[in-house]
C-alpha cells in the first residue's frame, strides 16, 4: 500500500495523514509557509519528518521547486518567505540529502509519482525521445539527472513562454510544470500510466484528466492519496 501526501509548506497535517501500514510518500514542498506560520515552527515540523523518515526508512521523500532552491549555490526562482533563512533550510538539506529519493517515483508500472510531472518537452530536451520506458525507467533517468545536473531543474534554464512566472511553459522540469499545462504535454500522454503530482494548491484530491492526479490540498483539505 502507498500514501502519497500534497505539499507540506509548514503544515504538520502529515502527521494525522501517515499510516503504519503503508509507504508514505511525500511530494515535497517542505518549506515557505502559506498561512503565516513561524520560521521556528516550519524547521521543526521538517525535522519532525526527517524523525519519521528515519524511524520508517521505506518513506519516500521527494524535492519539490522550492527545496530545488535550498539546494543550489545561487538563487533562480522562489517566492521566499523570509530569505534571511535560505542558508538555514540549505544546510537542513545538506544534511539530510541520503533520506531523499530524489524527484521521481515509481509506484508500479503504471504510476509515477513527482512533484509537478513530466512533459515530453522537458524529457526530450535533457534526457532524450521517449520510447515507452516503464515508470521505474523514468523515474532512474530523472533521479541520476537531478544528481548530475540540478540546473536542468531550474525555473529559468527551461521558460519559453513569454511572460511565464507560474511555470506554463511545456519546457518545465517535474518540479515546476503546472497542472493545467501537463495533460496536453503529458510524456505519458499514449500510455496507461498515471502521474501523481502535488505543487498546484487544490480544495481537494483532483483529477486534473484521465491520468494525472493532484495531491496538493493539505492547506484546504487535509487528505492523501492512498494506493492499495
Not at 509519482?113 to 520510447?131: F, M, Q, R
Not at 494525472?212 to 492519496?225: A, G
Request: contains cysteine.
Amino acid at each position: 500500500m502507498h500514501n502519497i501526501i500534497g505539499d507540506i509548506h509548514g503544515l504538520d497535517r502529515w502527521k494525522r495523514l501517515v499510516r503504519e501500514d503503508a509507504t508514505n510518500i511525500f511530494v515535497g514542498d517542505y518549506f515557505d509557509s502559506k498561512d503565516g506560520r513561524s520560521q521556528e515552527e516550519i524547521v521543526a515540523n521538517f525535522k519532525d519528518i526527517i524523525v519519521f523518515c528515519k524511524s520508517h526508512p521505506e518513506t519516500i521523500l521527494l524535492y519539490g521547486n522550492h527545496d530545488l532552491n535550498y539546494t543550489l549555490d545561487k538563487d533562480y526562482k522562489s517566492r521566499f518567505s523570509h530569505p534571511e533563512y535560505r542558508e538555514n533550510y540549505r544546510q537542513l538539506f545538506a544534511e539530510t540529502e541520503a533520506l531523499f529519493y530524489g524527484v521521481a517515483y515509481a509506484i508500479d508500472e503504471k504510476t509515477l509519482v513527482s512533484h509537478a510531472g513530466v512533459t515530453k518537452e522537458w524529457y526530450e530536451k535533457y534526457i532524450g525521445p521517449y520510447h515507452g520506458e516503464a515508470p521505474q525507467v523514468v523515474a532512474q533517468q530523472i533521479n541520476d539527472l537531478w544528481r548530475t545536473n540540478k540546473e536542468a531543474f531550474t525555473f529559468s534554464s527551461n521558460v519559453t513562454v513569454d511572460p511565464d512566472v507560474y511555470g506554463v511553459s511545456p519546457t518545465h522540469s517535474p518540479v515546476w510544470i503546472r497542472s493545467w499545462i501537463l495533460p496536453e504535454h503529458n510524456l505519458f500522454a499514449d500510455t496507461p500510466v498515471t502521474q501523481i503530482i502535488g505543487h498546484t494548491p487544490k480544495e481537494g484530491i483532483t483529477l486534473v484528466s484521465a491520468r494525472i492526479l493532484c495531491v496538493d490540498c493539505l492547506l484546504h483539505n487535509p487528505k492523501s492519496w492512498i494506493m492499495e
